[in-house]
């Protein structure tokens, strides 16, 4: 695995210096890359789980080296930052092995004068049991370096939802995040999906507490599977598909989803729709909408209208529509395990969130006919985002009434308002509010 492991460190070395996401720079480094699929398997999970836990890596080696954090270069970091990861949270890797690789590591990156350094702190860590001194720490302060999130957002978290809430949450926000499929029901049933997936050696069973919900595994490369190019699931996560069942589509209506991109939301509400009536599925970025469109094709979902739009700025072409779907860009603070990345950026380029929110809100509710439901929603854990939001927008206005949407899922707040944590039902955290145009 040596050749994963430089690849990852080469790979986690880019992610310092650029604003890429990480799904993206693994692609495009893999796509150049001569890594086998095992390779490939490894080099990602070092990858991602050193973004991960980051900040929880970068405290044990503070504690374990003689020379300030500030001054090591950055390339030894990453060295290090991977070599612990492996000793910690690797269990398949023994330890002399990830000591061993790391310092060949050195050599491959030209960085002679740190091996002994690198050799030196990592031994030391085993030798001293791998512990972590949470010495004169405050309650903040080692939940943000036990489980790897920023003080800003453990503090936010405790804050706003309670000790025990965001305790729960940092747990979920941590490790290998499940992955759920939306059954086709146009195409197959959820035994049908399960028996294929079977027949191609991919592990999935029903998820129990929600109907044509199917957890996935072991997955491999699904886009390759026969089911996936037969079009008889699409991947969407739990609190997704509850966002969908939220504003509960049916057959023959309008509906406009107006930040929609990759489609996931679209499809299921198409698929609720049994392929009959109309759904605009739309977003800023017409290479986005190229995305909802293929989607579409491969799932047999002709009712999908896939377009351009700017959410912000009323389009007096769109149709009034029996039901909107806003759910509008956040910081995505709900899905920080699936974009571990998310959760080292300032507090501060979240700030003007919710006023954009609040203005695609406003945009999005002159689509509703009278009678016709708007629901709000977000995949973050942020009362300024979520809670405050759908609030002001129900002060506002006296032509929408907040009404409680019935959803198939046990222990869904009986409120207009729903914030789903990943503790709870294995999802990601999520955000949905309701309303009814009045008059």
């Known amino acids: 695995m040596a050749d994963a492991r430089l690849a990852a460190v080469k790979m986690l070395l880019k992610m310092e210096n650029s604003d890429s996401y990480s799904n993206i720079l693994l692609d495009s480094a893999f796509n150049s890359s001569e890594l086998s699929e095992r390779e490939k398997a490894f080099a990602a999970a070092l990858f991602y789980g050193v973004i991960e836990r980051r900040l929880t890596l970068d405290y044990v080696i503070q504690q374990n080296s003689r020379l300030p954090f500030e001054k090591l270069d950055s390339a030894a970091v990453a060295i290090l930052r991977a070599g612990l990861y492996q000793i910690m949270f690797m269990e398949s890797v023994p330890d002399s092995a990830a000591v061993n690789e790391s310092v060949k590591l050195c050599k491959k990156l030209r960085l002679f004068g740190a091996q002994g350094f690198v050799n030196g702190l990592l031994r030391s860590f085993i030798r001293n ?13 080692r939940l943000s370096i036990e489980y790897s999130c920023p003080q800003w957002l453990t503090e936010k978290w405790t804050e706003e939802y309670g000790t025990e809430k965001a305790v729960a949450a940092l747990k979920a926000s941590v490790g290998k995040p499940p992955v759920y499929a939306r059954v086709n029901t146009l195409k197959c049933t959820a035994d049908d999906l399960i028996k294929q997936l079977a027949d191609e050696g991919i592990s999935a069973e029903k998820y129990p507490r929600l109907e044509n919900c199917v957890k996935l595994n072991k997955t491999g490369d699904l886009e390759k599977s026969r089911a996936f190019r037969r079009g008889m699931f699409h991947i969407q996560d739990i609190s997704s598909q509850l966002c969908c069942l939220t504003l509960r589509p049916v057959v023959n209506e309008t509906v406009l989803d107006v930040c929609a991109a990759p489609g996931g939301k679209s499809f299921t509400m198409a698929q609720l729709m049994g392929n009959n009536g109309r759904v605009i599925s739309m977003d800023l970025h017409d290479m986005r909408v190229g995305l909802i469109e293929d989607g579409a094709a491969r799932l047999g979902l002709r009712i999908i209208d896939a377009r351009q739009n700017d959410a912000l700025v009323y389009n007096a072409e769109l149709p009034a529509a029996d039901r909107v779907l806003c759910d509008v860009p956040c910081s995505g603070l709900g899905v920080i395990r699936r974009k571990p990345e998310i959760k080292y950026k300032d ?15 406003e945009t999005s509710a002159r689509y509703v006919k009278a009678g016709g439901t708007l629901v709000y929603s ?3 854990l942020s009362r300024a985002e979520n809670d405050e939001v759908a609030d002001d927008f129900a002060s506002s206005h006296p032509e929408f009434a907040p009404i409680v949407q019935p959803v198939p899922y046990q222990g869904a707040e009986n409120s207009f308002k729903r914030t789903y944590f990943p503790d709870e039902n294995g999802g990601d955290g999520f955000f949905t509010a309701s309303f009814r145009r009045i008059k």
């Open 129 to 141: 049991g791998k512990k972590i001194s949470w010495l004169g720490l405050s309650v903040p302060e």
């Open 347 to 361: 507090a501060a380029e979240f700030a003007e969130l919710p006023q954009i929110q609040r203005e695609i809100l």
């Open 378 to 380: 977000t995949c973050t």
